[in-house]
């Protein structure tokens, strides 16, 4: 119940500034529809490509509106303007719960309010658009697409807190979180569906962490993947997350013995 | 002893640019450091219960021990005990006993009512609801905030935020609390009440307190104990009253005769400061200054007398100029 409290705190705090979340939404609103765009010209003269129908491609960019307000998870902006800029990490250090949790309890409502409400986006292009998403999955199914889900928020707010916390050693981090995001915008699948990647690329993004975010989850809801191939996309998920971890552990340390909240 | 420390040292490593474009042009490629002393190999104990003030210009090293004790920084050396702990492990039994104020830092939601904030923190600290309950009700009395519980923190003035922040600090019930300048940036008034509430919260918890200040009042009237410290080293631990007997060897006495005086009368009873008319300031040891009083009184036909002790402020601050000796 105290997770739960302490949950529904950081939501009532979310929506004393739920217009913020909103305008997010409609950027991965806009970045969605502008690359269903691009991609539908190139099915216009072609019916099929790497398995891949003008319905399934629209589906999977519809999706895409609702995968990231899910799961691209952004703790690296509060930690540098607020806990790096204004000083408040020391307060956050003090307290006797880990501030890798702190982050994660102020970052999920977020996650389900953004992803609420590009449910209800989805619905609505759905409406308008037709729905080119045919759901056809057993309950195993779904049970594993939950965890990939449930493992992919995981990955994706531990990469980020390893790129937030990189702030205790170069001052201002802002450049590196833009190299990550044009980083995350090619390997998670967000121009083209990872398959469809020009082939370094595509070897590349299997061998990063990112498409396991964005593109798997995704492939997952649309039925593209296999009992079988949910559970080996959920054991590689599992060996990122615990490099992850063990990366972050290993940074936070060193991180803390560099802090000198000089200047606050 | 509730603290113990012993020849703690903190350094910082500061990065040092020559000036102007060629200095930038040399720091990317030569990036020269040096070490900054901010603590340098102080060691002292305090007892529960004590409210010490540490005293010192900025830049003297009091902020950075505060945060070494408190957990926050790492020492680059040296050994600090503070309720049994090793305050860097961070804990979380040690953090559940300490608090650390920061004046112009805050921890409370902006946007939400500070209510949200304790409650929050109420979780954090696995606080019982009958404790918080008792506690909240307690500090808010003492504090004398009710009607500015439900009021978003961003419309809250300067001290009635300062006021909320206390209670988050203090809603666990810390045995220690470290409160760094507490007072900066708040009206007089508003500077009094925050004394009185630190006073009676230390009388009525038996907390131990550290507090940081500029405001030499803070100190004169919460601290028996201070702590004056100055480029990172301790310069004097003791009694406030204690300062004043150790640098101030004299008194100063400011008599009006009923007329003027020949100067080589006084000369005899003491060092002549100033001579104005009947107006005469009298430089004597402090430890005659009351026998001095009562010959002028007996000699001479006196209009007022008054033995005036040496300004708290101006003491400290010959302390750190060294000038104290000479006075």
Redesign the interface.
């Known amino acids: 119940m ?1 997770y739960v ?2 949950f529904s ?1 950081h939501f ?2 979310l929506l ?2 739920r217009s913020r979340s909103i305008v997010y939404v409609f950027t991965y609103v806009f970045n969605s529809l502008l690359f269903l765009a691009f991609i539908r010209g190139v099915f216009s003269k072609n019916s099929s490509l790497g398995g891949w129908t003008l319905s399934t491609v629209t589906s999977y960019y519809f999706l895409l509106i609702l995968a990231p307000a899910l799961l691209m998870t952004h703790p690296e902006m509060p930690v540098l303007r607020d806990d790096i800029e204004k ?2 990490l ?2 956050r ?5 880990s501030y890798y949790w702190q982050r994660f309890y102020h970052e999920i409502p977020y996650r389900i309010f953004q992803g609420l409400l590009a449910v209800v986006i989805y619905f609505s292009l759905s409406a308008i658009f037709g729905n080119f998403l045919r759901l056809n999955l057993s309950l195993m199914q779904v049970a594993l697409i939950i965890i990939i889900f449930v493992l992919a928020y995981m990955i994706s707010f531990t990469f980020k807190m390893i790129i937030a916390i990189v702030a205790f050693w170069t001052t201002d981090t802002r450049g590196l979180h833009e190299l990550t995001d044009v980083i995350i915008l090619i390997f998670a699948g967000f121009i083209v569906p990872v398959n469809l990647l020009p082939g370094i690329l595509e070897k590349a993004a299997y061998l990063l962490p990112f498409s396991y975010i964005i593109y798997f989850p995704v492939i997952a809801i649309q039925g593209k993947l296999s009992v079988l191939s949910m559970l080996s996309v959920i054991s590689s998920q599992i060996i990122w997350l615990c490099m992850l971890v063990i990366f972050f552990r290993f940074q936070w340390k060193k991180a ?2 560099r ?4 200047g ?1 | 002893m509730i603290i113990n420390v012993k020849n703690l040292t903190k350094y910082y490593r500061v990065h040092q640019k020559e000036p102007g474009l060629s200095g930038s042009l040399k720091s990317l490629f030569n990036r020269k450091y040096y070490d900054a002393k901010a603590v340098d190999d102080i060691s002292f104990s305090i007892q529960e219960g004590e409210l010490i003030g540490f005293i010192g210009p900025n830049g003297a090293g009091k902020t950075t021990t505060l945060k070494c004790l408190s957990g926050l920084l790492y020492p680059t050396s040296g050994k600090v005990e503070v309720l049994g702990f090793t305050p860097f492990n961070r804990k979380h039994e040690f953090l559940k006993k300490i608090s650390l104020v920061m004046g112009q830092k805050n921890q409370l939601w902006w946007d939400l009512p500070a209510i949200d904030s304790f409650l929050l923190n109420k979780e954090i600290y696995e606080i019982s609801d009958s404790v918080y309950k008792k506690t909240l009700d307690e500090l808010v009395e003492l504090l004398d905030v009710k009607d500015i519980l439900q009021v978003q923190v961003r419309k809250l003035s300067l001290g009635q935020r300062m006021k909320c922040e206390l209670i988050a600090a203090l809603i666990h019930n810390p045995k220690i609390l470290f409160l760094d300048e507490p007072t900066i940036g708040l009206d007089v008034v508003m500077q009094q009440k925050l004394r009185d509430f630190v006073k009676e919260y230390n009388e009525r918890y038996n907390a131990t307190i550290l507090l940081t200040s500029h405001y030499m009042k803070d100190v004169e009237q919460l601290c028996e104990r201070i702590i004056i410290i100055d480029h990172g080293k301790i310069l004097y631990d003791g009694k406030l009253e204690d300062i004043v007997k150790k640098y101030v060897k004299n008194k100063t006495l400011s008599v009006i005769f009923q007329k003027p005086v020949e100067k080589n009368k006084l000369e005899k009873l003491g060092k002549v400061l100033e001579i104005d008319g009947p107006k005469v300031i009298l430089s004597v040891p402090r430890e005659k200054s009351n026998h001095v009083a009562s010959k002028l009184l007996e000699d001479f036909s006196v209009e007022d007398l008054n033995i005036e002790e040496a300004n708290i402020e101006e003491i400290i601050r010959d302390v750190f100029t060294k000038k104290a000796s000479s006075t």
């Open positions: 105290r409290r302490i705190l009532q705090d004393a500034h000083g408040e020391a307060g250090l003090l307290k006797p719960f803390l013995i802090f000198t909240d000089l606050h």
